[in-house]
């Protein structure tokens, strides 16, 4: 399973990629809003960092703002992997980008009809919102097997990603249901390595270890 970070800070990207677990970055216009630099300065300092794909959206809403905004984000890196909303304008996007080679990550689905059509268009991602879907009482967790379902059924190479991922049972589930990439905020990458009974343990054997050479 392949782990992004889902921020546009660049002091808890590194302090991810430092831990030698992170495949990835997804960024949203909410995340590049908390950052003072320009989302442009913001995506070309992650690139650096960062060599696997790095989510970055465009704001058009439009099919040919969509498109013109994508071919200029690509230009910053060629990691660079463009952040397409899942509405019928995006939709043609999706189909049109791909076709010119551009990596596309279909963003803001919630359900597995919208995944099914950006498969067929070609995305190399898309990205369901567990958190979301939880937040409306739905089981946000349903959406990512049923989308793991039917890609294996008719062989798509769209990679699941799963996204607005709460805490470390989110990660969890979502590899157990077969997702290709979770993404998730630094906070939720520190949980997953934290257990009480591994602090309590290692505590245990050095003060049996410390009495001993006494
Ligand atoms: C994914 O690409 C999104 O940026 C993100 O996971 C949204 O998460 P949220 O619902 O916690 O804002």
Do not use: W
């Not at 991810?16 to 908390?34: Q, R």
């Not at 959206?57 to 910053?76: H, P, Y």
């Not at 463009?82 to 359900?111: C, H, Y």
Request: hydrophobic letters at 45%; proline letters at 4%; a negative charge.
């Amino acid at each position: 399973m392949k782990f992004f970070i889902d921020t546009a800070n660049l002091k808890e990207i590194n302090s991810a990629v430092e831990m030698g677990v992170l495949d990835g970055v997804t960024t949203n216009p909410s995340l590049a809003a908390k950052e003072t630099a320009s989302y442009n300065e913001l995506l070309q300092d992650i690139c650096k960092v960062v060599p696997g794909p790095v989510s970055a959206e465009v704001l058009a809403t439009d099919t040919e703002g969509m498109l013109s905004e994508a071919r200029e984000l690509v230009k910053i890196a060629d990691n660079i992997v463009v952040k397409i909303p899942t509405t019928l304008e995006g939709l043609r996007a999706v189909k049109a980008l791909t076709s010119e080679g551009i990596s596309v990550n279909s963003t803001l689905v919630f359900s597995a009809s919208q995944a099914l059509l950006v498969a067929k268009a070609g995305a190399s991602f898309v990205s369901p919102f567990v958190g979301r879907l939880d937040d409306i009482s739905t089981e946000g967790m349903q959406l990512i097997g049923d989308i793991v379902t039917i890609y294996n059924n008719y062989g798509y190479r769209t990679e699941v990603l799963a996204a607005s991922l709460r805490h470390p049972m989110h990660v969890v589930q979502s590899a157990l249901l077969g997702a290709d990439v979770a993404t998730m905020p630094y906070k939720v990458i520190a949980q997953l390595i934290k257990h009480p009974l591994t602090d309590i343990g290692l505590e245990k054997f050095l003060e049996d270890y410390k009495k001993k050479m006494q």
